[in-house]
């Protein structure tokens, strides 16, 4: 009988060796995975300089004998916690920017609580961000600050960058921002004003629960998490893969619940009106047109972001009034563009080069 | 190195992908469609009106077994958040106090912040902006 084409009969042995060998590996280091707490993430030493409710502005530690002149303030996503970016030593874009001189604040969140649901569009980018910058500029002692925004993040240092465009604000970053929502087809499409009654659900349940917000992530791509759980079997035997996968998913599912108010401006100024894109957006009365921005600006956009389409956020560099401005687009997908090894080797030095030389 | 054709494992894994990719795009497919969309708030508009009176309930029932209520945690829970402000308030001040008598944040800490007079590296020569 023959051997099929292609089949290397004599490495068969050898084959079957190192598969039975890894069949024992899996039975093993799967009763590690259940048995041990994944790795220690965010620890990068801060001090935290404001807390109020749901918002947090730490403060990171330099590690460098000498900083640039301009602090940089990170504006996490609303939905996620922080330490994405701070994931543990050697893969982590917090200690990347320390290392490099960088002086680095975050204004991250926690989940708000109930009497939070009040929190409107207004708290956020006319209280509690310029909040954090008056405490980075206080505790630096700068007035310059450049700020760097992760998706919806990004949404909110536009929005603030748009209305107080007289500064502080002296560099802008964006991370997967949307401008056009519309090209956010999934997400448009479960919040059809149709069908979506969002006044009902914030009225009923105040804010909107993680569990809804992860729901709606995972049913973007609702294979991934069984598929994802299948490679991890197949790689349990490998150390490296299992620590990799441990902080993604820990992270992915730790998904903050929305403040009830901010979640019905959204759905209503952002979703159903895309206002952002069309020019018309405004926070507590006070326009905020994008054209407004003036200072230089960098967009990184992921090339198979399946959250924030290209289609989405093409439409940032062209709308912004800055002359200094330049998209770039790198190999990867919504997270593994700011985290991981790609970031490591693709965005986090793009960024060190063009922030490096706006910083002094 | 078996060729990919011939390793039984690298042809599951491109199963396993080719699977993924397929049913995810399916799944797209099916709920791009008006109908999923009013189907699915359908079905999470009752659920969040069962939720609601389910708060309800349940706040008679604790009432009913003089346990606190929601409200009352709420309250406490402001009250919580209302002294973790006075605190911050607090810390401000003194931070201000020592600003004033010449004691920083940097001297009680004993680790003096970095000059911030660092310049970007000279770009290597060929190097693209």
């Known amino acids: 009988m023959n051997a099929p084409a292609g089949l290397d009969l004599a490495s068969l042995p050898d084959r079957i060796q190192s598969e039975v060998q890894r069949a024992i590996q899996r039975s093993v280091k799967g009763v590690e995975y259940f048995a041990s707490s994944g790795p220690s993430l965010g620890s990068t030493p801060k001090d935290i300089l404001n807390v109020r409710g749901t918002m947090n502005l730490y403060h990171y530690r330099p590690q460098t004998d000498e900083i640039y002149r301009v602090p940089v303030l990170i504006v996490m996503a609303t939905t996620n916690r922080g330490y994405i970016l701070d994931l543990v030593p050697g893969q982590s874009f917090i200690e990347f920017l320390l290392t490099r001189g960088y002086d680095v604040y975050m204004l991250d969140w926690s989940a708000p609580r109930p009497e939070e649901k009040k929190l409107r569009m207004e708290d956020y980018v006319l209280d509690f961000i310029p909040d954090c910058v008056r405490h980075v500029q206080q505790d630096s002692g700068e007035t310059d600050v450049s700020v760097i925004g992760y998706c919806f993040g990004g949404v909110l240092s536009l929005l603030y960058g748009s209305i107080f465009h007289d500064g502080p604000m002296k560099n802008l970053i964006c991370f997967t921002t949307p401008i056009d929502f519309r090209e956010m087809k999934l997400f448009s499409n479960f919040s059809d004003r149709r069908y979506f009654d969002v006044d009902h659900l914030v009225d009923s349940i105040g804010n909107v629960p993680p569990e809804m917000i992860l729901s709606s992530f995972e049913m973007l791509r609702p294979a991934s998490r069984a598929a994802s759980q299948v490679q991890l079997w197949e790689n349990i035997w490998n150390d490296e893969y299992v620590k990799s996968y441990r902080m993604f998913d820990r992270w992915a599912t730790d998904t903050l619940p929305l403040a009830g108010e901010y979640f019905r401006a959204i759905t209503k100024d952002l979703m159903w009106d895309n206002k952002l894109y069309d020019g018309t957006m405004s926070v507590g009365g006070r326009a905020a047109d994008l054209a407004n921005i003036k200072v230089p600006i960098l967009h990184a956009v992921a090339e198979h972001d399946h959250i924030v389409p290209y289609d989405a956020a093409k439409h940032l560099i062209p709308k912004v009034g800055s002359e200094d401005k330049e998209e770039v687009m790198l190999k990867g997908g919504h997270v593994s563009l700011v985290a991981g090894a790609n970031a490591i080797k693709r965005l986090w030095p793009k960024l060190d080069s063009w922030l490096g030389e706006r910083s002094t | ?129």
């Open chain 2, 1 to 129: 190195m078996a060729d990919s054709t011939s390793d039984p494992l690298a042809l599951w894994q491109k199963m396993i992908g080719e699977m993924e990719k397929g049913f995810n795009a399916f799944a797209n497919q099916a709920m791009s469609s008006p109908q999923f969309s009013k189907a699915m708030n359908q079905a999470s508009g009752a659920t969040a009106g069962a939720q609601r009176q389910l708060s309800d309930l349940m706040e008679k029932y604790l009432l009913t077994m003089n346990l606190p209520s929601r409200a009352q945690m709420v309250g406490m829970s402001e009250r919580l958040q209302s002294i973790e402000g006075q605190l911050n308030e607090i810390k401000a001040l003194l931070l201000q106090m020592n600003a004033m008598s010449g004691i920083t944040r940097d001297s009680i800490a004993a680790t003096p912040r970095p000059p911030r007079t660092k310049r970007p590296p000279p770009a290597s020569p060929g190097a693209q902006k």
